[in-house]
């Protein structure tokens, strides 16, 4: 068994521009990935302690040698994300929320409910910053007080941490890197918050996902939500598992270092 496998950045660099619109489209809603529907369900993980890990409940699904797609859902908690959740449920489903600070203080009970769900929930700042470009001081305030914001509404601190809009520099690594955070970037983006039409969000899914793929959406957006039962259910369909993002990896991230996508050549018995 290798480490976890990861792409660096620079071969997503491209998708880096349009990540998540602008700061004007933040809303609420998170989500992620887990079990595929044609899987046998994981058990969910237990409430887990302060400050520990997530990492815990991963590692189910060798996705080296079954075809995975991690879901993840950033820019939430919102209004929409409830409905989200009852969808992930009843397909079994467990995914990946990269929640906003802000939005975790004002719905704490949502990101109670994500991760006694057994999603998995990371940072995505606290005010949508672009962190790439953010003074060191900046970029302590926005990830400290989104840790702080998760921690007390669920009783975790996150290990992951998406930069909104993709955008990455090496002072953000270094600080990641200190303060336990894999950086979590993505190989799908069907640009949900710039196109609020599902069926135009569920096409661009179905048609981009690969084996090992990591599916950028937003909760936050009605319309997305609107195409997650039928994207989980043609990709199960096609014989994938959900997993979350440490599950993707083989449940064990490094800290700063950058996660696109796992590598098409470590998909073994696969064509
Ligand atoms: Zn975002």
């Given at each position: 068994m290798d480490g976890p496998i990861l792409v660096r950045r620079a071969a997503a660099a491209v998708l880096a521009a349009t990540v998540c619109g602008a700061l004007s489209t933040l809303g609420p809603g998170p989500q992620r990935v887990g079990l595929a529907?044609?899987?046998?369900?994981?058990?969910?993980?237990?409430?887990?302690?302060?400050?520990?890990?997530q990492h815990g409940a991963v590692a189910r699904v060798d996705c080296r040698r079954v075809k995975?797609?991690?879901l993840t859902f950033d820019?939430?908690?919102?209004?929409?994300?409830?409905?989200?959740?009852?969808?992930?449920?009843?397909?079994?489903?467990?995914?990946?929320?990269?929640?906003?600070?802000?939005?975790?203080?004002?719905?704490?009970?949502?990101v109670r409910r994500e991760h006694e769900a057994g999603h998995q929930i990371a940072d995505h700042s606290y005010t949508h910053a672009d962190l790439g470009r953010a003074s060191r001081k900046k970029i302590l305030s926005e990830l400290t007080r989104t840790q702080?914001?998760?921690?007390?509404?669920?009783?975790?601190?996150?290990?992951?941490?998406?930069?909104?809009?993709?955008s990455v520099s090496k002072r953000l690594t270094a600080i990641t890197r200190r303060m336990g955070l894999a950086q979590v970037l993505w190989t799908v983006d069907p640009l949900d918050w710039e196109h609020r039409d599902t069926r135009y969000v569920e096409r661009r899914v179905l048609k981009a996902v690969r084996p090992g793929y990591i599916v950028l959406m937003h909760d936050i957006h009605p319309t997305t939500v609107d195409a997650v039962p039928s994207i989980?259910?043609?990709?199960?369909?096609?014989?994938?598992?959900?997993?979350?993002?440490p599950e993707l990896f083989g449940g064990s991230l490094t800290p700063g270092?950058?996660?696109?996508?796992?590598?098409s050549g470590d998909h073994q018995g696969l064509p």
């Open positions: 529907a044609a899987s046998a369900p994981a058990p969910v993980p237990k409430h887990r302690g302060s400050a520990g890990a995975c797609v991690a820019d939430g908690p919102a209004e929409s994300t409830g409905r989200l959740l009852d969808i992930l449920a009843a397909h079994h489903v467990r995914a990946t929320f990269f929640i906003v600070g802000e939005q975790a203080a004002k719905y704490p009970e949502l702080e914001a998760i921690r007390r509404a669920s009783g975790i601190t996150p290990d992951m941490l998406r930069p909104p809009y993709g989980i259910e043609k990709l199960a369909a096609r014989g994938y598992a959900f997993v979350t993002v270092e950058e996660y696109v996508q796992l590598k």
